[in-house]
């Protein structure tokens, strides 16, 4: 079955700092990797998507990820903080095939300091 | 604007009753998902459907019945609501490109 574990249930930078927010998954074949977000009130928003084309994805809001297949890993980061960066970020994995039913991680919530 | 919309938005209800939500799509895609979102969890699939009749069960199905007679509609019930269902619910679509785009939500509240 497949799993996502994301390190760290809360994140703290300062604006205009680097974010990084750790995404590690589980599955016995190379999935579709993605990374949402949800500001307070609101639905979840598509920021980016990882489909076995390349390995360094980019996505809306200056927002990258790269897939590492030997660690597992889908980290979600970009390079400057904006205040407006403050949300929740999910990272889910789906199977290639079939109902592609998302398993989500259970979210960071990230905060920016002035 | 994937064109979805969740009703009601909120709804507050009493143990035992019925409740039912509805989330409507106006694109016309095949696949649709419902998920709740609970502090610590993320969020977990309930039930999808890939078609007009058919619908099969997720991670956290029992307690739930869903059902979609329109490509556009697909309703999620709980027959007897009880305190664990209250949550927020998201309804989801899958697009073409294997994208799944969300609703706004709706919160509920079983007292």
């Known amino acids: 079955a497949q799993s996502v574990t994301q390190l760290g249930s809360h994140v703290s930078v300062s604006e205009g700092a680097l974010v990084l927010l750790r995404c590690n998954y589980s599955?016995?074949?190379?999935?579709?990797l993605f990374w949402y977000v949800q500001y307070p009130n609101q639905g979840l928003q598509l920021l980016l998507k990882?489909?076995?084309?390349?390995?360094l994805v980019k996505g809306i809001n200056g927002f990258e990820a790269e897939f590492k297949k030997s660690e597992t890993s889908f980290h979600l980061t970009k390079p400057s903080a904006h205040m407006s960066d403050a949300a929740e970020y999910f990272c889910a994995v789906s199977e290639l095939q079939g109902a592609q039913k998302l398993v989500f991680g259970q979210g960071t919530r990230l905060t920016i300091n002035p | 604007d994937a064109g979805i919309t969740q009703s009601p938005r909120h709804k507050v209800t009493e143990t035992g009753t019925p409740v039912t939500l509805r989330c409507h799509q106006t694109e016309n895609h095949r696949y649709m998902y419902w998920y709740r979102q609970d502090p610590g969890h993320g969020l977990r699939l309930i039930h999808y459907?890939?078609?007009?009749?058919?619908?099969d069960k997720g991670e956290v199905s029992d307690g739930y019945s869903v059902s979609r007679s329109k490509t556009e509609d697909f309703l999620l019930t709980l027959e007897s609501a009880t305190s664990s269902q209250t949550s927020v619910y998201f309804c989801?679509?899958?697009?073409?490109?294997?994208?799944?785009?969300f609703g706004p939500g709706t919160r509920l509240t079983v007292l």
């Open positions: 989801a679509i899958r697009d073409a490109y294997n994208e799944q785009f």
């Open positions: 990882y489909t076995s084309a390349a390995t």
């Open positions: 459907s890939y078609g007009v009749k058919d619908t």
């Open positions: 599955s016995s074949v190379p999935p579709y």
